[in-house]
């Protein structure tokens, strides 16, 4: 017997909340990116699997995966380059500390 | 010349003076103040002019309310919104009210040192919204022109004036606000049904009393919030709380206006577009706002009996003759709204007049409090002899215009003869003794009795005050030229209406004809 | 429907299971270390398990790609960083245990509601089990390379287009400015 | 006729004009020229006064059997109506025989003042403005007596107010002077308003202010009054014509102090002596009288009930104030009070009367204005003996006198004596006719009135002789203050003579009867008849009251100590007035301004107030309450996001 596939959305379900978790919870800029990478991959894994267990001939949901990791990947790289920049200026890279923008 | 083009012009020439204020440098205080002098005098003498004007062409046959009415299209197509123009003889007389008091402003306003210019071009704003508004019988344009009149009065308190300044206008100017909201919804209301079912809609009030298309139900809805909107501005209890600290804020001749002319706006209002248009509500509800107005009138007299600051005490002193205004017009017959009109006209006056002579006397002593004053009589007599006429003006004294307002209030309330009506006639009538102690109070307090704190030294009187440890001199005079022209100004106005106040009184009563068969 | 156990003991479910607990055992530890530098460690894993799903699935181009860009390239550039910034790799981040709190109740709710739903939708699947024949390397190609319908030309230009404003923007917000130097 | 037509203006206009000129250019002459001005000015118009009475009393006034009333002017003012021409206020003239005569005194006894301040007020600063002030109170008065309709009356009736208080606070540094000028005006205004709801309510119904109109009799009744308002209820409880009829009267109490409203006149001597004399002795104090006078047909057939409480109301205060002058120290005082009983007198004789002339019927309401007419001159000139002397002496007290008697200041004395004589009933002095009518009259109607009033008349006589034995003869001090007293200037003492004549000679009368019997409430001839008991017992009562004060003030002694100490508390009581002032002054500081209007000054800066406040503050509050949810918190956006997301997925979801 094979698993069903809700195993598979369960796995990715905890994945994404653990991700949100972490970009709610987390005080460091990095911290909440490496977050953010687990939700983009809690919903890639979600493409991946409803391709394959709902539409096995068709390859939508592994080319967007695809995609969501170019993306992502191009994402993470932005943002390192602010997360450097915002300490250079400030000497710090918790969220609490960008606050210019308010008021 | 056309009649849109010559009742333009009250609109008109404030504009022009503001072009021209705007051209002169504003170093050049003297051009200004003497350019102000004479674009005011323009309009004085355009409002004399329409007053006669009108007067000869008042036939009391004629069956239309409204002369000299033009119109011009404004924004065509479905809205149907016009610049529409004319005159009944209820709006010569407040437009008559504003030229005096602008004119009496000007000259009360001359000492303004600081940032001459921009005081006189928002006074002039002030001015465009409130001739406008007298002039206008288009709902829209009215209610345009009434926020142009409301806005510069946050400038105008906000950097002209003194103590809690900020605060003051903030407050004024939201709850002025807060009411125009009111009135904005009640307008909206009054517009989608100023038509039988399939014809345009119109603003023009003409066209939609005569059209008389609102129901009942409707009327029920709308009536309370334009008569509050309006009622807002004439400090109808309990909306009148702008109105102390407003005026103990402002700047002298801003007090003047807004007291003088401003206050009459919601009156005005009140009648030409709550109580005409929605006639049937207004029978229905008069009842809530006659308890409200009368409220207003006795407890606006009381409050103003144990008031320290002199402004104060006018402006409670308004809100219990703005709520005799509400109060007369509520009433709803021709005696009494010809009353109301005239007690809009004397209040406009003898307190314009009494704020005037008032930033007069804080402008020497630099204190308003009645505590700290006495014996001025001795120092500036010409003031204080002004201010006793002031204050026998508002407490009624026949020969000054009060008198004629108040009695054409009381004779044409009496004429409702069940118990509630009396009820609050009698206690309106118990304001006029009310009235007599508060203006004796100050008379007694600050004009007569001993000199206090005020010293001689070598023919000359001095003020003398402490301030943090320091004392201070300030010197005191009598009035100066400008002052004097002001004061009698009003009190000429004044004295005018209260000697015979006939000829007034039968224009006004004139227009006034409709409304006992509207409320019958 | 009786329950069997066993015939759920297959090594592809097993595998699945490992996988499962590595993804979610060292996601979990990386959202809540207090280091950064072993949260991004333990990110490496997870992604590292999640490559491993995609095998199991068999998208073996899938999973190489997870490995190189994620695996190979973001994490390092995430352990840059945090060299880059100075200390940050040993100091511990100290977050409020309400904060935590919140966090971690939004997320209960939203799993609660997530399994939910997802239970209570019946999907039916077309296929049986993960297993299907490979994806074809020429197919992924032509997909990716083609203009016809479901294929993506387009989006892969936009995403070359993306990565190129990218690396640019990456050096123009990186690069230290005239001044500070 | 035509000339009287022609004339009758000048009595309005001119004080009026002389008003102007001396408030406006005042200032700008010299005192003399002002004083002398004014004086002219109102010779002018005694003279045209005299002239209009005269030729109305023996000229064209009679026709037939009655006295005419004269329109002679009446111009419209202002219309309170489009559709009622009866309510318009009209300024006019109505000449009858109460304005006629009301003409005669007002204008005696203000060119008296007149002539007698030119002296008094000598060398005083803002002399131009007390000319001005008297042209006004002139102007106010006479347009009070000639009014055609009752709101003419009350506009005139204000204007009295206001002279009267500017005049009382001429002195306006002294503080009691303000005080004293505050008082008066809120107090009389307070009756005013009484007044003025008496006139609306009276109006409402009638439909008319004219006097003509609402005095107009037919059979038993007034014909208006009763077709209009019999069976009228106002309030739904009280009937509309007695209650119209006494709110009137109350706006006459006012003016003329009858009690509760009297407190105001004794202040009142804060005044200028002269002002007091022509104000609040002679004519604007009778106003009262005169309005009541005016109505009396309207109160005599209409409003019974209410005649007859003014009657007590008048026996009552002319008891009380009598009373109160015993004791008084002040001789001003006790003239004011002296001239609260005398007025009181005067209510009392309307209440009695009745209303034909035939069997003197009328004999109340005649002897009522005859009295007005002879207490003015003799008040007067007792006032402005008492300015002679506070002049002479420099104080109001009369411990400062004594022994003036002596002091060469013989033509005081003389008036003064006459004028006390007159007040006290003595034959063949004045008073003596005029108040012995008013007991005739109330002998014939009220026995109780009568009694209280022959007691009065006693007191009266006692309290009047107590005071100028004290002036005169008792010797107490012969070091006066300043100087030795002298007597005063000639244009002091002139007016003094002038008005003692009227005084001395109004006995001719009896036998050529030219005022009194003329004033009628039918404005028909009154016989007048002597009825000698009552004027035998009323001659003895006065001597008793005169003896009383021979005994004990005739020179210096402590009998007068004594007494007061074994009646201690009597005489305390009456010496505080019976403490009414005390009671008005609580009620008017303690509860009026400490209790209502803080009250409500509170109640407005805090709740009203407050509530407008506080929407301000819940506006501001709530926007940054607001603000912080936009706080650019990237954490906090995303945890709105997730419950977001979840809210609205549990509404999805749960709805399919």
């Not at chain 2, 009215?142 to 906000?158: D, S």
């Not at chain 2, 009496?414 to 100050?442: P, Q």
């Not at chain 4, 009014?147 to 002294?174: D, R």
Request: charged content about 15%; proline content about 3%; some cysteine.
């Amino acid at each position: 017997m094979n698993l069903p596939i809700e195993a598979y959305l369960v796995v990715s379900t905890l994945l994404f909340f653990i991700g949100v978790f972490g970009f709610i919870a987390r005080k460091n800029l990095i911290g909440i990116l490496m977050s953010v990478e687990l939700i983009l991959n809690a919903v890639n894994i979600n493409f991946v699997v409803f391709n394959r267990f709902l539409y096995p001939n068709e390859l939508e949901g592994m080319i967007y995966s695809l995609f969501v990791i170019v993306v992502a990947a191009a994402e993470s790289a932005v943002a390192i380059a602010i997360i450097i920049n915002v300490y250079r200026k400030l000497k710090n890279i918790s969220v609490e500390s960008i606050e210019s923008l308010r008021n | 010349m056309s009649n849109l083009l010559f009742l333009s012009l009250f609109v008109a020439v404030p504009l022009v003076m503001m072009v021209i204020l705007f051209l002169l440098p504003s170093d050049n205080k003297k051009a200004i103040r003497y350019t102000m002098a004479g674009g005011a005098a323009v309009i004085l003498a355009l409002a004399g002019y329409l007053t006669v004007d009108f007067l000869g062409e008042y036939n009391p046959e004629n069956p239309d309310q409204f002369l000299f009415t033009d119109s011009a299209e404004w924004y065509s197509g479905a809205l149907n919104i016009h610049y529409s123009v004319g005159v009944d003889g209820v709006s010569v007389a407040m437009i008559l009210l504003s030229a005096i008091v602008v004119i009496t402003g000007v000259f009360a306003s001359w000492s303004i040192e600081e940032k001459t210019k921009e005081y006189f071009l928002w006074f002039l704003m002030l001015s465009i919204g409130v001739f406008g508004f007298f002039i206008s019988i288009d709902l829209f344009t009215m209610f345009l022109f009434y926020e142009v009149a409301l806005i510069p009065m946050y400038l105008l308190i906000g950097l002209w004036g003194s103590g809690n300044k900020e605060y003051a206008a903030m407050k004024l100017t939201l709850m002025l606000m807060g009411g125009s909201a009111f009135l904005m919804l009640g307008i909206f209301g009054i517009y989608h049904y100023s038509a039988p079912q399939g014809q345009d809609l119109t603003f023009n009030i003409i066209e939609i009393a005569k059209n008389h298309s609102m129901d009942i139900e409707e009327q029920r809805l709308f009536f309370p919030l334009t008569f509050v909107g309006f009622g807002v501005l004439g400090a109808m209890f309990p909306f009148h709380t702008w109105s102390p600290d407003g005026h103990a804020s402002a700047p002298t001749a801003v007090s003047m206006l807004h007291a003088g002319v401003l206050m009459k706006l919601g009156g005005y209002g009140c009648f030409r577009v709550a109580m005409t248009l929605m006639p049937d509500a207004c029978k229905e509800q008069a009842w809530i706002f006659i308890v409200l107005t009368g409220i207003s009138v006795v407890y606006g007299a009381f409050s103003a009996c144990v008031q320290n600051d002199l402004k104060y005490i006018n402006a409670y002193s308004s809100v219990s003759h703005c709520g005799l205004v509400l109060f007369a017009l509520l009433m709803m017959n021709q005696e009494a709204m010809t009353g109301a009109v005239l007690q809009m006209l004397s209040h406009g006056l003898m307190t314009a007049l009494f704020f005037a002579l008032i930033g007069m006397i804080y402008g020497q002593t630099h204190t308003r409090d009645i505590r700290e004053l006495g014996g001025l009589m001795q120092v500036m007599p010409y003031l204080c002899v002004c201010y006793v006429i002031a204050g026998l003006a508002s407490l009624g004294l026949p020969g000054l215009s009060g008198f004629v307002a108040e009695m054409k209030i009381f004779v044409g309330s009496f004429k409702h003869a069940d118990t509630f009506h009396r009820f609050f006639v009698i206690a309106g009538c118990t304001s006029i003794v009310i009235t007599a102690v508060y203006i004796l109070r100050v008379v007694g307090k600050i004009l007569f009795g001993p000199l206090y704190k005020v010293d001689k030294i070598q023919d000359t009187y001095f003020y003398v005050s402490e301030h943090n440890g320091e004392v201070h001199h300030n010197k005191l005079r009598d009035a100066v030229w400008f002052e004097k022209v002001a004061t009698i100004g009003l009190i000429v106005s004044i004295a005018a209406i209260g000697l015979c106040p006939g000829w007034i009184s039968n224009m006004i009563a004139g227009s006034l004809k409709f409304v006992n068969e509207l409320f019958k | 429907m009786d329950f069997d156990f066993i015939d759920y003991l297959t090594g592809q479910n097993i595998m699945f299971v490992v996988l499962s607990a590595i993804v979610l055992g060292c996601g979990l530890m990386s959202v809540l270390s207090t280091k950064i530098l072993r949260a991004a460690t333990y990110l490496f894993f997870t992604l590292f398990g999640i490559a491993g799903l995609y095998l199991l699935m068999n998208y073996e181009f899938l999973a190489a790609v997870q490995l190189s860009v994620y695996a190979g390239a973001v994490v390092v550039l995430l352990i840059f960083a945090i060299f880059l910034v100075k200390n940050l790799g040993h100091e511990t981040e100290k977050v409020s245990c309400s904060k935590k709190g919140i966090a971690a109740l939004a997320s209960v709710l939203g799993i609660v509601m997530t399994l939910v739903i997802v239970f209570n939708e019946g999907i039916v699947p077309a296929v049986v089990g993960p297993t299907a024949p490979q994806v074809d390397m020429q197919l992924i190609g032509d997909t990716l390379l083609g203009s016809g319908k479901h294929q993506y030309l387009l989006i892969f230009e936009a995403s070359s287009v993306l990565l190129l404003a990218c690396i640019i923007g990456a050096i123009v917000v990186a690069t230290k400015s005239k001044e500070e130097k | 006729m035509d000339t009287v037509k022609l004339l009758a203006p000048i009595v309005l206009a001119l004080p009026f004009l002389m008003f102007f000129v001396l408030g406006l250019l005042g200032n700008k002459m010299k005192p003399n020229v002002a004083g002398i001005l004014g004086t002219c000015g109102l010779s002018i118009v005694a003279i045209v006064s005299y002239f209009i009475a005269i030729s109305y009393f023996w000229g064209f006034g009679r026709v037939g059997e009655e006295y005419s009333q004269e329109i002679l002017f009446n111009l419209d003012w202002l219309k309170m109506s489009e559709t009622l021409p009866g309510l318009t206020i009209k300024i006019g003239f109505l000449l009858d025989p109460i304005s006629a005569m009301m003409l005669v005194v007002i204008s005696t006894v203000s060119l008296m003042v007149h002539i007698y301040s030119m002296g008094y007020m000598h060398g005083e600063e803002g002399f131009q403005r007390y000319y001005a002030v008297l042209s006004l109170f002139t102007f106010a008065m006479m347009g009070l007596v000639i009014a055609t309709n009752i709101f003419q009356m009350y506009i005139f009736w204000e204007l009295v107010g206001v002279s009267s208080f500017l005049l009382i606070s001429f002195y306006f540094i002294k503080p009691s002077a303000v005080a004293a000028a505050k008082k008066a005006f809120i107090v009389t205004r307070f009756a005013d308003m009484f007044f003025l709801i008496g006139i609306l309510i009276l109006s409402y119904y009638t439909e008319t202010f004219q006097f003509l109109d609402l005095t107009a009799v037919s059979g038993d009744h007034a014909t208006l009054v009763h077709d209009r308002m019999c069976g009228e209820e106002f309030f739904g409880f009280l009937p509309a014509i007695s209650t119209a009829m006494f709110l009137i009267f109350l706006g006459g109490a006012g003016k003329s102090a009858m009690f509760p409203f009297h407190i105001w006149l004794p202040d009142a001597m804060e005044g200028p002596t002269p002002a007091s004399a022509l104000i609040h002795a002679a004519t604007m104090v009778v106003a009262g009288v005169f309005l009541v006078a005016r109505m009396f047909p309207v109160y005599f057939f209409e409003a019974a009930d209410v005649l007859t409480l003014i009657g007590y109301i008048g026996a009552f205060t002319s008891l009380f104030a009598a009373v109160i002058a015993c004791v008084q120290t002040d001789i001003k005082r006790v003239l004011a009070f002296s001239t609260i009983s005398q007025i009181a007198y005067m209510f009392v004789a309307l209440g009695v009367s009745g209303y034909t002339s035939e069997h003197e019927a009328c004999l109340g309401y005649t002897s009522s204005m005859w009295h007005l007419f002879t207490h003015a001159m003799f008040k007067a000139c007792l006032f402005m003996g008492a300015g002679c002397i506070i002049h002479a002496v420099h104080s109001n007290e009369m411990s400062a006198m004594g022994n003036l008697a002596k002091k060469h200041m013989t033509i005081t004395h003389i008036t003064f004596l006459v004028s006390c004589l007159a007040i006290a009933g003595i034959p063949p002095f004045s008073g003596f006719f005029s108040k012995d009518e008013i007991l005739v009259a109330a002998a014939n109607k009220d026995t109780v009135l009568y009694v209280c009033q022959a007691f009065v008349a006693g007191l009266t006589a006692f309290y009047m002789f107590r005071l100028y034995f004290r002036i005169f003869w008792w010797n107490e001090n012969e070091s006066y203050k300043h100087h030795a007293p002298h007597e005063a200037p000639k244009n002091m003492t002139v007016p003094l003579i002038v008005l003692s004549i009227f005084t001395c000679f109004m006995w001719i009368e009896k036998f050529f009867p030219f005022f009194p019997d003329k004033i009628t409430a039918d404005r028909k001839t009154l016989d007048l008849e002597f009825d000698s008991v009552i004027a035998g017992a009323s001659v003895l009562v006065a001597l008793v009251g005169i003896g009383l004060a021979y005994w004990l003030y005739k020179e210096k002694n402590d009998k007068p100590d004594a007494i007061a100490s074994k009646v201690k508390c009597l005489y305390i009581s009456a010496s505080h007035r019976f403490y009414i002032d005390e009671i008005y002054l609580f009620v008017t500081r303690n509860i009026i301004f400490g209790g209502i209007c803080k009250a409500i000054a509170w109640f407005d800066r805090h709740v009203i107030d407050g509530f407008m406040d506080m929407l301000g503050w819940t506006a501001r509050e709530s926007a940054s309450g607001i603000r912080d949810v936009q706080s650019g918190n990237l954490q906090k956006y995303a945890l709105g996001y997730i419950l977001g997301v979840i809210i609205i997925a549990f509404f999805v979801f749960c709805s399919l």
